[in-house]
Nanobody
Framework: VQLQASGGGLAQAGDSLRLSCVASGRPRTRYMMGWFRQAPGKEREFVAA????????VYEDSVKGRFTISRDNAKNTVYLQMNSLKPEDTAVYYC???????????????????WGQGTLVTVSS
């Protein structure tokens, strides 16, 4: 499985960006997916996750109400719509896919096996 993230770039505070992550190879069916981010000098942190059906989502507290995760299984693509961006959202954003089906949606990066290459989001004030 390969994950290809895109959509990052430069933004000003208050702007919006939409990240995409396309899975190719042998996409796992009925698997949840997640987004993580890593700012310079900081550990990788959970951002959001979505169930296979899209009916369940979870978010890190600081992005609730601003970010929306969604997916289109027909296109093997997961999206992260980011609104009202803040400078503290600046980071490299990674999409991730676990190698097993979880009953819940873990926010621990160690629960994920496949990772995209990351896309840089830079938000200026």
């Amino acid at each position: 499985v390969q994950l290809q993230a895109s959509g990052g770039g430069l933004a000003q505070a208050g702007d919006s960006l939409r990240l995409s992550c396309v899975a190719s190879g042998r996409p796992r069916t009925r698997y949840m997916m997640g987004w993580f981010r890593q700012a310079p000098g900081k550990e990788r942190e959970f951002v959001a996750a979505i169930s296979w059906s899209g009916g369940s989502t979870v978010y890190e507290d600081s992005v609730k109400g601003r970010f929306t995760i969604s997916r289109d299984n027909a296109k093997n693509t997961v999206y992260l719509q980011m609104n009202s961006l803040k400078p503290e959202d600046t980071a490299v954003y990674y999409c991730a896919l676990p190698n097993e089906r979880y009953a819940s949606m873990p926010n621990d990066y160690r629960s994920y096996y496949y990772w995209g290459q990351g896309t840089l989001v830079t938000v200026s004030s």
